[in-house]
């Protein structure tokens, strides 16, 4: 028998690599025939937790007569613990701010140096007036002890006044060792009211901050 030979046509070079790459890429790529949509989505970074907002307080607002009142209370008990003989009053400004005073003999104890004392009781008294509105408004507050805060201011006028003389005459700044927020602000306003050629600046920190009167 005549065997034939079976002849094949020789493809391009270009083709026969086509071809293996196709078939590689067959071998090796898996198979995903599930459409795009169902495919499980990336997990999302989950955003942190916020703290819960405070509710808005519903506590009705002190008035300047319970305020009074609690006030009176709180100072008669102190005052009689203290041993100290002095009798409260309160008037109430315009502005609904309580004017406290406490009147009497031998008060020393509860002015204290520069009035260190008198202003613990000061804020002792707002501290009461906050806890008592359990979060509602309350009136403010001013606490004098035998006249002596009205005494210290007038005496703080003429140390300025003498002070701006200085300042004037030298060309250099002065220095007022000055304790409360409320004798500084004393300062700045009489300087800015009678000495606008001059200026006023705090320096330091409490309890030793210091107004300094200058030339600009």
Not at 14 to 42: C, I, L, M
Not at 131 to 147: C, E, N, S, Y
Not at 174 to 193: G, L
Request: net charge negative; glycine share 6%.
């Amino acid at each position: 028998d005549r065997s034939r030979k079976r002849e094949t046509k020789p493809s391009s070079d270009t083709g026969a690599a086509d071809t293996s790459a196709n078939v590689e890429a067959d071998e090796t790529a898996p198979a995903d025939d599930s459409p795009q949509s169902d495919r499980p989505a990336k997990a999302e970074r989950a955003a942190p937790a916020r703290a819960p907002k405070k509710a808005p307080t519903d506590a009705p607002a002190l008035s300047a007569d319970d305020a009074s009142a609690d006030i009176t209370e709180f100072l008669d008990e102190f005052t009689r613990r203290f041993e100290v003989d002095a009798t409260t009053s309160i008037e109430v400004s315009d502005e609904g701010e309580l004017m406290v005073s406490l009147d009497g003999e031998q008060l020393g104890r509860l002015i204290g140096p520069r009035g260190g004392m008198m202003t613990a009781l000061e804020e002792l008294c707002r501290t009461r007036l906050q806890h008592r509105a359990a979060g509602g408004d309350r009136p403010r507050l001013r606490l004098d002890v035998g006249g002596y805060r009205e005494m210290r201011r007038e005496n703080l006028r003429v140390l300025v006044e003498e002070t701006v003389g200085g300042v004037r005459t030298t060309g250099q700044p002065h220095v007022i060792d000055v304790v409360t927020a409320s004798e500084r602000k004393v300062i700045h306003d009489y300087v800015a009211e009678n000495a606008d050629d001059l200026t006023t600046s705090s320096e330091g920190e409490d309890p030793v901050r210091r107004v300094v009167i200058s030339q600009p």
